[in-house]
C-alpha cells in the first residue's frame, strides 16, 4: 500500500494508486460497502473507513452514525 501521509494526499507512484484500487476494492467488497473508484483518497466516502482501518488495524463502521447528546 502506498505511504499514508494524509488521506487528502496522492501517493506519487502510479503502482501504489493501482495497488490501493485493489486493496479498497476488496475491503468494500468484504464488507458490504459501496466501492466507487472516486471515492478514493476523499475523506467522506467509505475510503475513509479503509484508510483508518490501514492505519490503526481497527475495522469502525460507525464513522458516521449519529452521536448520542
Not at 472516486?38 to 469502525?60: A, Q
Request: with cysteine; charged share 30%.
Amino acid at each position: 500500500m502506498a505511504v499514508l501521509k494524509s488521506i487528502n494526499e496522492f501517493p506519487d507512484n502510479a503502482m501504489d494508486i493501482l495497488q490501493d484500487i485493489d486493496d479498497y476494492k476488496k475491503f468494500c467488497y468484504e464488507n458490504k460497502l459501496p466501492f466507487r473508484y472516486n471515492h478514493l483518497y476523499k475523506p467522506y466516502t467509505p475510503w475513509k473507513i479503509f484508510y483508518t482501518w490501514k492505519k490503526t488495524g481497527k475495522l469502525d463502521l460507525t464513522l458516521w452514525s449519529r452521536k448520542e447528546q
